[in-house]
T-cell receptor
Framework: LAKTTQPISMDSYEGQEVNITCSHN???????ITWYQQFPSQGPRFIIQ???TKVTNEVASLFIPADRKSSTLSLPRVSLSDTAVYYC?????????????FGPGTRLSVLP | ETGVTQSPTHLIKTRGQQVTLRCSSQSGHNTVSWYQQALGQGPQFIFQ???????GRGNFPPRFSGLQFPNYSSELNVNALELDDSALYLC??????????????FGSGTRLTVV
């Protein structure tokens, strides 16, 4: 069961690019890396998922180095509405539930 | 396409009572997971159901039980409620074909308060 380590909190200003790094030193061969966003009193929302190299969608990019022992979520030009908790999860997506462990996440505060 | 719906949204129960929480999975999703989220912490995995069978369980006592129905909706039952069971209970659904691209879809949760 891979464990992850990410910063507890980060501050940024509107319009800046935010990069949140997650460490997962014991990632297994079949494990994917998934990021979720959560606002207060709401369920987590899927942001992006990847296995290696770089993945990009309409809201974020995910950078994964060759050794896959870390990953970086990149949020371009953040706004106040991006203030939320961001979770990095690592696990086999075929056995998602029991293997995907949420840590305390990174609390991102976007300031005006 | 509807998302994941949970009911009720809020609930207050007395210690020792029993509670049932309900979840309607997203259309086309046959896998449902339940999570408990205490204030200020990340969600903790309770158990997962796939095609009406439990196929994974976290570190929760047997008084936490569940069901999945033929339409893939699900229930979480908690017996003998304790004060520490006060939390946001989240339901998440997925399908094997969507998991790689879309992950799990979470509902907004049920806020349970045990007094």
């Amino acid at each position: 069961l891979a464990k992850t380590t990410q910063p507890i909190s980060m501050d940024s200003y509107e319009g800046q690019e935010v990069n949140i790094t997650c460490s997962h030193n014991n990632i297994a061969t079949n494990d994917y890396i998934t990021w979720y966003q959560q606002f207060p009193s709401q369920g987590p929302r899927f942001i992006i998922q990847g296995y290696k190299t770089k993945v990009t969608n309409e809201v974020a990019s995910l950078f994964i180095p060759a050794d896959r022992k870390s990953s970086t979520l990149s949020l371009p030009r953040v706004s106040l509405s991006d203030t939320a908790v961001y979770y990095c999860l690592v696990g086999d997506i075929e056995n998602y539930g029991q293997n995907f462990v949420f840590g305390p996440g990174t609390r991102l505060s976007v300031l005006p | 396409e509807t998302g994941v719906t949970q009911s009720p949204t809020h609930l207050i129960k007395t210690r020792g009572q029993q509670v049932t929480l309900r979840c309607s999975s997203q259309s086309g999703h046959n896998t449902v997971s339940w999570y408990q989220q205490a204030l200020g912490q990340g969600p903790q995995f309770i158990f997962q159901y796939y095609r009406e069978e439990e196929n994974g369980r976290g570190n929760f006592p047997p008084r936490f039980s569940g069901l999945q129905f033929p339409n893939y909706s699900s229930e979480l039952n908690v017996n003998a409620l304790e004060l520490d069971d006060s939390a946001l209970y989240l339901c998440a659904s997925s399908s094997p074909t969507d998991r790689a691209s879309d992950g799990y879809t979470f509902g907004s949760g049920t806020r349970l308060t045990v007094v």
